[in-house]
Structures are given as structure tokens and as C-alpha cells.
């Protein structure tokens, strides 16, 4: 039986959620492997000094930063976390240490950025994995560190930026694309039309889906205020709020002529995509990627709000030609008109099509070859 670790956090929902996929394909396929799940963020609860001062814990900032929409000036933010980060190296390091001393772990599967390192430092002969969650890495020490690590990247940009820090080619492995939950690669068999016609919604208009990930955002609603006010903009939106229970109960409560649907919580995304024509939302990897899976062009933002880490994703998007890349979601109106124009329409959904993504089978033979070479 081999022993393995999946490290995350819940800082952003992709890193427990790609753990989560990738735990459920290597049971589903009857690999001989014992899967322990560890949240980083509960072995360095006692260093966190947001939690010590406040009472709330880092990764919980995070996330209400990011519902709330404070990301400007985010890039020097992770200049000064990084410093924090150095100064509890060695804390961060002597904790880890006596997690592991729970039971010796045949590799170590890092799914976070920030702190690899500590991880690495951490170990004594366990090989360290780090699987990228991002399309590509945000230098310096974020998700490649100059350290003994193997690294699993689910795009070229990655794979260069590996090389470019020294990285050998026995070290990185491509992939062809990020983690998916693997009910995207299950067939929908919901009659559309049915299905929205039952959500009150025209079964013939474009249909958007927009999505802010698992807390929603303060953005949704002036979407919906944009799109109301534009003349001749015929489409549909569907609204998922997830757990912002106040930020569905305004959009209910809007008076829009054109047809929506709100839902909060729903682990039923690929549903709500199956009925959709494409997607609205920030660019996170997880977000592009399923809507990507599911054939559905994208209209996302960049701008100085933007994660830096997800500044690369609107690169891609233009590069690969699957939606279009707003200054603002001010602009919403003109950033749908230019993807429902009917030749950009179809190329993006074509180009869309012609991606294919079987990264979250791919990586349990990653692994497995690493175990064989230990």
C-alpha cells in the first residue's frame, strides 16, 4: 500500500477541489493507495497572525477579499505575505516536521502555492510533487521554487517557466490542462430546451452562465444592471451566487427585462453549463477550465483588480480564442455584443470544442511512475 499526501487549503476553493477530484479518479480506478487529505492551513494555524490578531483565519481573508472585490494592489500584497512567509521559514518548517512524524509518506503531492518550500525544507527522502492549480506560474516563489521538487503543469507557459528556473526534464510534467471534477466528463442528458423553459427561462436566447466562484461577487449585480439597460442585447443570464445567501436575494429582487435565473449553492455546475451558451466571471483557472470543457466561450475582466496570478489566463484566453478579455465589467454590454456576433460566436465555440482536457486522469500515471522510480 502506498501512502500519499494531497496538500491544500481553502484559500480560493481550487486547491480542496482539485484534491478532491484527483482523490476520487485514483479510488474510482482501484489504485492501491492510501490518500490523506491535509489542510496546510490547520497544521500553521498557531503562526497565523491574521487569525492571532483578529480572529480570523488567513485564508478566510482571502476569501472575504475576494468576494468583496479589495484585490487592487493585490500584486504588492503577495510581495509583503511573502515576506511573512520567510520570516516564519523556520517555525513553518519544525511544525511540518512533527506532522509527518505521524507516519513516513511514500510522496507528498503539493496542490498550493507560497510554500513548496517549507514543504521541500520540511521533508527528509519523501519526493515533493507540486501539482500547478494556475495555467502558469507568478515568479518569484510562488509556485516554482530553485529546490529539489517535481512539477506537474497543466500548460506550455508552465513547463517553459520550469525549465527557465533550472527544473530538469525528468522533473516536469505536462499535462493537458488543469484539474477537473470528473462529473465534467459525464454526459448531460437534460433536454435543454425542457430545462429552461422549467427556470422560466426563453428556450431560444443566448443563454450566459455567470459565475464569481463559491461566495459570488459584488460585480453580479451591476452585470445584471448593465445588461438590463443595454437596447438590442438579447440574451439570458443564469446567476450562481453559491453561498451568498444577501447576493441572490438582490438579484431575485431586481426587475430586468430580460429573462434570468438565480440559484445559490450548487455542486451542479456542468448542469447549469449544459444549459448555457457561455460564461461570464473573473479568470480563474478552475472557471475557464470547466467552462472550456463544456464548449462555453468566455468574457472575463483584467484590470488592476486582477489576481496577478490570474493575469496569464486572459493571455491564454487570447491566444487560444475562446472569448473575449474586458477592461471592466462596465463594459459588459459591448464585450457580449462582440461575442454573440455570429462569426465570432461560432469560432470561439469552435475553438473551444477543439481543447482537450484529461488532466485529472493523467496525473494518477504521473504519480505512478514517480512511485516506481522511488
Given at each position: ?52 490578531y483578529t480572529g480570523i483565519r488567513m485564508q478566510d481573508v482571502y476569501n472575504v ?74 515568479p518569484p516563489h510562488f509556485w516554482i521554487e530553485r529546490q529539489d521538487q517535481y ?99 438582490q438579484l431575485r429582487g431586481m426587475q430586468t427585462s430580460f429573462p434570468k435565473y ?113
Open positions: 500500500m502506498k501512502r500519499l499526501d494531497f496538500v491544500f487549503f481553502d484559500a480560493g476553493g481550487g486547491h480542496r477541489s482539485a484534491a478532491n477530484a484527483l482523490q476520487t479518479v485514483i479510488q474510482q480506478q482501484g489504485r492501491p493507495w492510501e490518500i490523506r487529505l491535509v489542510n496546510l492551513q490547520e497544521i500553521l494555524d498557531t503562526l497565523d497572525i491574521f487569525r492571532k477579499t475576494l468576494q468583496k472585490g479589495w484585490t487592487l494592489g493585490s500584486a504588492q500584497t503577495l510581495v509583503l505575505m511573502h515576506g511573512l512567509i520567510r520570516l516564519y521559514h523556520d517555525s513553518q518548517v519544525r511544525l511540518l516536521k512533527e506532522f509527518w512524524k505521524q507516519g513516513e509518506r511514500d510522496l507528498v503531492v503539493s496542490l498550493i502555492p507560497n510554500f513548496n518550500r517549507a514543504l521541500r525544507d520540511s521533508l527528509a527522502a519523501t519526493p515533493l510533487v507540486t501539482i500547478l492549480t494556475d495555467l502558469a506560474d507568478f512539477l506537474i503543469c497543466g500548460t506550455e507557459k508552465a513547463v517553459e517557466q520550469a525549465r527557465a528556473l533550472g527544473h530538469p526534464a525528468g522533473h516536469i510534467f505536462p499535462t493537458s490542462g488543469m484539474i477537473l471534477r470528473p462529473s465534467f466528463y459525464q454526459p448531460v442528458t437534460a433536454d435543454r430546451t425542457a430545462e429552461r423553459c422549467r427556470l422560466g427561462l426563453d428556450p431560444e436566447s443566448p443563454t450566459g452562465l455567470v459565475l464569481f466562484g463559491g461566495q459570488g461577487s459584488n460585480v453580479m449585480p451591476e452585470i445584471a444592471r448593465r445588461v438590463n439597460a443595454a437596447a438590442q442585447l438579447h440574451c439570458q443570464l443564469i446567476f450562481i451566487c453559491g453561498r451568498n445567501k444577501k447576493l441572490a436575494q438565480v440559484e445559490e449553492f450548487t455542486s451542479e455546475i456542468p448542469y447549469y453549463m449544459h444549459l448555457s451558451d457561455f460564461f461570464v466571471g473573473k479568470p480563474g483557472p478552475g472557471s475557464i477550465s470547466e467552462a472550456i470543457a463544456m464548449r462555453l466561450p468566455v468574457v472575463v475582466e483584467r484590470n488592476a483588480w486582477t489576481l496577478p496570478q490570474e493575469r496569464y489566463n486572459t493571455e491564454w484566453i487570447l491566444q487560444k480564442q475562446v472569448g473575449v478579455v474586458l477592461p471592466s465589467f462596465r463594459a459588459i454590454d459591448a464585450g457580449l455584443r462582440e461575442l454573440l456576433d455570429a462569426s465570432n460566436f461560432a469560432r470561439f465555440r469552435a475553438n473551444a470544442a477543439a481543447i482537450t482536457n484529461r488532466a485529472v486522469f493523467e496525473i494518477p500515471e504521473i504519480l505512478a511512475a514517480l512511485l516506481e522510480r522511488r
